[in-house]
């Protein structure tokens, strides 16, 4: 088992920045792809951004691409998600999830999810 914490989230302002953390334990955090995803109430949870487990590749929705960067430090057994440019569209309760079929971009890819932190942006 994978146990994830989200953690950053919170009220800012249109063109304002957030940087979202998740704290990984129970298992060796660089063996998982990792991915950032997102859900308002009523609507399906969309993907954000993932990672590799090693940190070299990439993927980002095109809604979010040049504004937010996914990163890991596999020392701290930590993802972030810096969000920069925010827009009242992005805000969502986002969430952390942690997979090992390989780096994807569809939910049905990750294995554990976090509880996630809620990003509300005002305009």
């Known amino acids: 088992q994978v146990q994830l914490v989200e953690s950053g989230g919170g009220l800012v302002q249109a063109g304002e920045s957030l940087r979202l953390s998740c704290v990984a334990s129970?298992?060796?955090?660089?063996?998982?792809?990792m991915g950032w995803f997102r859900q308002v109430p009523g609507k399906e949870r969309e993907f954000v951004a993932s990672?590799?487990?090693?940190?070299?590749?990439?993927f980002y929705a095109d809604s979010v691409k040049l504004r937010f960067t996914i990163s890991r430090d596999n020392a701290k057994n930590t993802v972030y998600l810096q969000m920069n440019s925010l827009k009242p569209e992005d805000t969502a309760n986002y969430y952390c999830?942690?997979?090992?079929?390989?780096?994807?971009?569809?939910?049905?890819?990750?294995?554990?999810w976090g509880q996630g932190t809620q990003v509300t942006v005002s305009s």
């Open positions: 999830a942690a997979g090992a079929a390989g780096i994807g971009i569809v939910k049905e890819q990750f294995d554990y």
């Open positions: 129970g298992r060796t955090f660089s063996n998982y792809d």
């Open positions: 990672v590799s487990r090693g940190g070299r590749s990439t």
